[in-house]
């Protein structure tokens, strides 16, 4: 079964509060949900349309669809999709057999969720989920209101009576929805309404009604923002806001087959003027000024290293820094939690570049002598790495172990002979 979901639109709900006789504004976020196979596509924007009218009516005060297709504009995630009237239908992942469908998105500048090969279950679920209740948080919601076209079924009597033969046909669309906490995304209330129609055949009578699913839309839509406009009470008692929590990032730095940066241990001999060669492969490590971007959920936070306040629950975390493959993980915040040394893999062309930086360095041997040349490309390999926010761990290599002979020349102190 594919599913195939629109953000319709952002609404201020106005809670009833029975100790006080001012009404209390709440905000809730509005996902439309087609589970009854791609044919009713295109019908998703239609009950769309009809759910924001009626639950106007219910207390509900919409805000504009562009005000949420221009938030989603800076919402990142590899799983949705921003469509709008300049991007052909053929940019938009669809389900199989949506084409009119994404023709719809397409003229109407909204946003699909779907699957794609690289997403695991996990990731897909938190998609179709957790990361709408982030962007609706990240809207100022307090609720979401989720309806879902969940079945369209028919059913055929055929009569004999009198000598007449009758086909009575009733159709039946079913649309489930439910109202989340925007804080936890837990259920606050749900149903499932039934809409019906009866159509009559025989052989004086032939009726064609290319209006049905239409009106069984708009029935339903009624249904629906009456049943929620009754309960509206219970959601706003079961409202409540979890404070954000603070946790803190830093980085680490990887090779393309995910091992520790690191580079050839040059030392200088006690002369100050030979060059040895170590065995050792001194780890390269990031300082403050390493600057990597974070997301949670597609919004940035700030860079890391650094503390950040976010929201609790299951988040989608992304740290991006230009030259490395994204890293991507599903966490769950706490209070107080560390992301230590996440591991930032470089990619093609960021490793190049990092190569090109310390051919020098390759090419040193045992034996050499610190030339003026060699001081003035250590001095701007030095200077290089601090701009990039690299620095040399001196302490001890990949493996653990250290080289007695000599002395480091990525040590800060020996630094100071290139004017470092």
């Known amino acids: 079964m594919k599913t195939f979901l629109i953000i319709a639109a952002l609404a201020t709900l106005t809670a009833v509060c029975q100790a006080q006789n001012a009404p209390t504004p709440r905000k809730a976020a509005i996902f439309i949900e087609n589970r009854a196979g791609p044919a009713l596509n295109d019908k998703v924007s239609v009950l769309e349309d009809f759910l924001t009218s009626r639950i106007t009516e219910k207390g509900f005060s919409v805000i504009s669809r562009e005000v949420v297709v221009n938030a989603l504009k800076t919402y990142r995630s590899a799983e949705v999709v921003v469509a709008s009237a300049a991007v052909s239908s053929a940019a938009v992942a669809t389900p199989s057999g949506g084409t009119a469908a994404v023709a719809e998105v397409a003229k109407a500048g909204a946003a699909q969720v779907a699957s794609t090969p690289t997403t695991t279950t996990t990731d897909q679920l938190l998609s179709d989920n957790t990361s709408a209740l982030r962007l609706a948080q990240n809207m100022g919601a307090d609720y979401l209101f989720i309806a879902a076209i969940t079945s369209l079924g028919t059913e055929k009597k055929a009569m004999d009576a009198y000598g007449v033969k009758t086909v009575n046909v009733l159709h039946t669309l079913r649309v489930s929805y439910k109202v989340l906490d925007g804080a936890e995304g837990a259920s606050l209330i749900a149903a499932t309404v039934k809409a019906t129609k009866t159509t009559r055949f025989d052989e004086n009578l032939q009726t064609e009604d290319s ?8 029935e339903a ?158 001095g701007g390999f030095a200077q290089t790495l601090r701009q990039s926010g690299y620095r040399v761990d001196t302490k001890t290599d990949i493996k653990g172990t250290m080289e007695a002979k000599g002395k480091s020349m990525f040590d800060g102190a020996t630094l100071k002979v290139f004017g470092e």
């Open 221 to 378: 839509a009624n249904q629906v923002a009456d049943d929620a406009g009754r309960k509206v009470a219970t959601v706003a008692a079961a409202a409540k806001q979890l404070p954000p929590v603070e946790i803190a990032v830093s980085c680490g730095v990887q090779d393309l087959v995910q091992l520790p940066l690191s580079i050839p241990d040059v030392r200088l001999l006690e002369d100050g003027k030979s060059i040895y060669i170590s065995t050792n492969m001194m780890p390269i490590v990031t300082t403050p000024q390493f600057a990597a971007t974070v997301e949670m959920d597609g919004i940035a936070v700030g860079s890391a290293p650094g503390k950040f306040k976010v929201s609790q629950g299951l988040s989608k975390m992304r740290v991006t820094r230009a030259g490395f493959t994204p890293y991507e993980r599903t966490v769950k915040p706490h209070d107080g939690q560390e992301f230590k040394d996440v591991p930032l893999q470089m990619s093609e062309e960021g490793y190049k570049r990092w190569k090109d930086n310390i051919t020098f360095l390759l090419l040193i041997k045992s034996g050499d002598k610190l030339t003026d040349g060699l001081r003035e490309m250590m």
């Open 211 to 218: 209006d049905l699913l239409n009106g069984l839309l708009e």
